[in-house]
């Protein structure tokens, strides 16, 4: 597989739940090494598109495609397996264990094909829990530890898996703004580090500008726009969906008159 | 390893030692009763297995116990040797627990209780019935041993306590193993834990297979101590509602929990009996409700609170 | 026999609701629940010998008695423990049923119990069949009562609250109710009707402790049956496991009743586990 190739194709992925359209013939791709921004307002979809593509939710109709691999019908636990891995808007953490037993789990089970023997699997929990910056709270159970160091054990804990792709569900979400530039930093590192691929949810936009190579914007289950950051931010269609149509006026005409 | 994990070793291990030579100092009585409490810890280590650590409670697993007897009883009366039909019983127990353990396990905790419950009424219902293979409601009995009294209760004795040493040393690896993580997390939080690659109903159905194994061999054991066994007896509610009270009291989730809460819970029903009799149901009810209101997490639970709470403490000194 | 079959439903319908709407609800399996209808009979036991007073009319006494006492238990025992999860509320019902059973024996003995109505042994006749009077008026009672029931929850405000509760413990928080009022009243309802059913039931046949466990056996399958919560879900159950039971006593012999029922249950719970009503349930 070559440098840029598609690592993930998600394929016409449609969620209806009765007459409710959730997520709406949704179709973009993401290629090796990318961090593909997932934006757009409350409700349009994304958690429900993770939940889609990782197995939580049996799909209405689409594909999803890992490598090539049709992973439409796998379970869960088969897809993380395989490498493609989420957190979780609400954190999930595995109550009435430390810290460290966490992103163990995350060492032990993941990825197959590794070595998941508990000595080296605690090694490399533990060098991933460095890597996040909780090496003092490692023990503490997550019953004690502040929502930012909950946001970096779910983190470290994917990370653990050694997966290809993470779908980082908004991890921003609760942070305050120095909390939310060190947790963009860390993603950034991360990445160059892992060479992972990242499809980044978030619905504050300010958030996933300065990270993402390409956004893709939904809005009431269907895919509005693709571009790259720039293109997506002077969209008239994105701006109409976040702040209404008279601001949408606004841009097109600023567009029109530059 | 640590001197700490040393010195409990060795304090286990004297333990054990001083337990296979009780007997020389007590009744007969007393040994009867000290053996049926190391066979109620191995039970309640089935039930701590599948709710201390996993959170499913399997409120019918005296099903196994009652299948581990009634096997047992079969096969002796067709010749088999006991060495012989103690695997047999717990193939038995194991490929129930597998069958029906599948289809249920797919639920999530409320469904798996209730269903146990009635697949345990459904098997007691059909041992009270099948009278020619079981012997019926009125029961069944085993070849007696042919040895003075001492002897046969002092073999029991000495095998109830190694299946309990068995059944606790096996627990200890499996809940430090990755299987036991897996177990773990489905309690901890079941989405998550599938989301991290954990085949959570493998893990739920060979967890359930484990406590099936042990706690049918707890039962094989006890039919050919008896020498006789009714359906009512060895499927008794009552055997599930006793070592869940025994884990709970002990601490779920512990290891050595359910073995401390066997001796309490034993060793107080035989001081109460003749005191309450009369009352004894509702003693026990009683008793129930004080220890989820007070000792919740049991003796090992409180204990290890206890201990945490001034670590704590002494941490804050020492930093200061 | 067809008249039997639906009569016995019927009041297997009134029984089985309680327990649904406590388990759909609050998500509270109670264990107690069968020691709880035979309470009820034991109530209108001596209502009878010491007031002679109907089984029908002092019915009404049980249902106000096992109402405060469901009240009580919940507010008391349950709800503070809720969050222990299902092993505390199951082991804690069930040490409420080991206490009222001790109490039962106590005061009434193991022997079986009757209530001997002077008129039952008249028969009430519907074209070529003769109906036991007794039985029909517990049949007309308890859809009576099932319909009341079925009034309080759509009807009244409290009613309302509950099922509001059911759908959306959030919501209903934000709008300012009192939750836990809901659940309460839910859960002493569910022991109300309890008590009702021990009532008529007193009327017809005999009672005992026996009967705790295998009351129990009965509702879980008429509350897994209809779907949990769903108070028409559980009349449907009950007619279905008095129609099983009816004709599996006579096909089969009585031996096999409770096994068949316990199979039924654990078929339904596999294949599906919402109901026949497929209604989703709580959790």
């Given at each position: ?32 090494g990318e961090i593909v921004g997932l934006i757009g307002p409350n409700g349009a979809g994304k958690t429900t598109l993770t939940n889609l593509v990782n197995g939580t939710y049996p799909k209405t109709e689409g594909k999803v495609l890992f490598k090539d691999l ?189 | ?320 | ?252 012999g009585s031996q096999w009743q409770e096994a068949i029922g316990m199979v039924i249950m654990v078929c339904v719970l596999i294949w599906r586990p919402y109901g026949l009503m497929g209604k989703k349930f709580f959790g």
């Amino acid at each position: 597989m070559g440098e840029n190739s598609t690592i993930l194709q998600i394929k016409n992925l449609s969620k209806h739940f009765g007459a409710l359209k959730a997520v709406d013939e949704v179709s973009f791709e993401v290629k090796k090494g990318e961090i593909v921004g997932l934006i757009g307002p409350n409700g349009a979809g994304k958690t429900t598109l993770t939940n889609l593509v990782n197995g939580t939710y049996p799909k209405t109709e689409g594909k999803v495609l890992f490598k090539d691999l049709d992973i439409s019908n796998l379970k869960p636990y088969q897809i993380a397996r395989i490498g493609l891995t989420r957190t979780y808007q609400v954190v999930k953490p595995l109550t009435g264990m430390t810290v460290e037993e966490n992103v163990l789990v995350g060492s032990l089970f993941g990825r197959e094909n590794r070595d998941s023997e508990m000595k080296n699997a605690s090694k490399r929990a533990r060098e991933i829990i460095k890597l996040v910056g909780l090496e003092s709270k490692k023990d503490s159970l997550v019953s004690d530890i502040t929502l930012p160091d909950l946001k970096k054990m779910e983190f470290a804990r994917v990370l653990a898996m050694e997966p290809e792709v993470i779908f980082l569900d908004e991890v921003m979400a609760g942070l305050n703004p120095i909390e939310v530039e060190e947790a963009s930093i860390l993603v950034k590192e991360v990445r160059q580090e892992k060479d992972l691929s990242i499809v980044y949810i978030e619905h504050i936009m300010k958030a996933v500008m300065g990270i993402s190579d390409r956004i893709v914007v939904l809005h009431h289950g269907r895919k509005i726009v693709e571009g790259t950051p720039q293109e997506v931010v002077n969209d008239p269609a994105v701006v109409e969906a976040y702040l209404g149509k008279r601001y949408a006026k606004g841009i097109k005409e600023v567009n029109n008159e530059g | 390893m640590s001197n700490n994990k040393k010195v409990n070793i060795f304090l286990l291990i004297i333990a054990v030692v001083l337990f296979i030579f009780l007997p020389r100092f007590l009744s007969g009585y007393w040994v009867r009763v000290i053996t049926t409490i190391f066979m109620y810890a191995v039970i309640a280590q089935g039930i701590n297995i599948m709710s201390g650590y996993m959170g499913y409670l399997p409120f019918g697993n005296a099903m196994f116990f009652g299948i581990g007897a009634y096997v047992t009883a079969i096969g002796m009366s067709k010749g088999l040797p006991f060495l012989v039909v103690v695997p047999l019983a717990a193939i038995t127990a194991i490929l129930f627990s597998i069958l029906l353990g599948l289809p249920v396990l797919r639920l999530r905790g409320h469904y798996f209780a209730i269903a146990t419950i009635g697949m345990s009424a459904a098997i007691l219902a059909v041992v009270q019935n099948a009278t020619e293979i079981t012997g019926g409601a009125m029961g069944t009995t085993l070849p007696i041993i042919d040895k003075a009294p001492s002897v046969v209760y002092n073999y029991f004795y000495l095998a109830m306590l190694a299946l309990m040493v068995i059944t606790t040393l096996s627990l200890h690896f499996i809940i430090k193993s990755k299987f036991g993580f897996g177990i773990r997390s489905i309690k901890a939080n079941e989405d998550a834990a599938n989301s991290m690659g954990i085949n959570t109903t493998y893990h739920k159905v060979i967890a359930w297979a484990i406590s099936a194994l042990f706690t049918s061999i707890a039962g094989a054991l006890y039919a050919y101590w008896m020498s006789f066994i009714g359906p009512d007896e060895v499927f008794d509610v009552m055997i599930a509602v006793n070592t869940i009270v025994i884990m709970l009291i002990g601490g779920a989730g512990s290891i050595l929990g359910p073995i401390i809460g066997a001796f309490i819970i034993e060793l107080f029903a035989e001081v109460a009996w003749s005191a309450f009799l009369e009352y004894h149901l509702a003693v026990l009810g009683i008793i129930i409700i004080i220890i989820v209101i007070f000792v919740p997490k049991g003796v090992t639970g409180t204990i290890g609170d206890f201990v945490k709470r001034r670590k704590l403490r002494v941490g804050k000194k020492v930093s200061i | 026999m067809l008249a039997n079959a639906i009569l016995l439903g019927g009041l297997y319908a009134l029984m089985g609701i309680g327990f649904s709407l406590q388990w759909g609800i609050s998500g509270i399996i109670n264990l107690s629940y069968g020691a709880m209808v035979i309470l009820g009979s034991y109530i209108s036991l001596e209502f009878f010998n010491f007031f002679h007073i109907d089984p029908f009319i002092s019915m009404i006494m049980s249902g106000a008695i096992l109402f405060i006492i469901g009240a009580i238990i919940y507010r008391g025992l349950l709800q503070p423990f809720l969050k222990g999860g299902i092993v505390f509320t199951l082991i804690l019902t069930f040490a409420v049923r080991l206490i009222v059973e001790n109490i039962i024996l106590k005061v009434w003995s193991a022997d079986y119990r009757t209530i001997r109505l002077a008129y039952a042994g008249s028969n009430f006749q519907l074209g070529d069949i003769y109906i036991p009077l007794t039985k029909f008026l517990t049949f007309i009672t308890a859809g009576i009562l099932i319909y009341l029931t079925y009034l309080f929850m759509m009807n009244t405000k409290t009613g309302k609250g509950i099922q509001a509760v059911a759908l959306d413990k959030e919501g209903a928080q934000a709008v300012g109710m009192d939750v836990e009022k809901m659940y309460m009243i839910n859960f002493a309802l569910g022991t109300a009707l309890a008590g009702l059913t021990g009532s008529l039931w007193a009327s017809i046949y005999a009672f005992s402790p026996h009967l705790l466990g295998p009351i129990v056996g009965k509702v879980f399958i008429i509350a897994i049956l209809g779907g949990l919560g769903n108070i028409w879900g559980a009349a449907a159950g009950g007619l279905l496991l008095g129609f099983a039971e009816t004709a599996g006593a006579a096909f089969l012999g009585s031996q096999w009743q409770e096994a068949i029922g316990m199979v039924i249950m654990v078929c339904v719970l596999i294949w599906r586990p919402y109901g026949l009503m497929g209604k989703k349930f709580f959790g």
